[in-house]
């Protein structure tokens, strides 16, 4: 399963830029809906397009291996189920 770090990936930047940053400001500046980030900051597990991705990483000047990470479904459903 794949699991996007869009939430860790905000907080990061908010330390690394020392500003607060919104989903607003995000979704401003990628063309990504404020729902939709939204939407991957409250369920990790969330289909994102590889198009969002893309933006995402762009916005955050980030390889894609910072934003997502692989793991097994065996343990995302031991998370889920804990």
């Known amino acids: ?3 996007i770090n869009l939430q860790a990936m905000i907080f990061a930047k908010q330390v690394e830029w020392k500003r607060h940053i919104t989903l607003k400001e995000i979704a401003e500046s990628t063309g990504i809906s ?6 991957m900051v409250k369920n990790p597990t ?9 933006k995402l990483c762009t916005y955050f000047a980030c390889d894609i291996s ?3 990470r692989w793991q097994p479904e065996s ?5 889920f189920a804990a």
């Open 1 to 3: 399963m794949i699991i």
């Open 34 to 39: 404020r729902m939709t980030l939204h939407r």
């Open 46 to 54: 969330y289909n994102a397009c590889t198009e969002h991705l893309g």
């Open 66 to 68: 910072a934003l997502i």
């Open 75 to 79: 343990a995302v459903r031991q998370v």
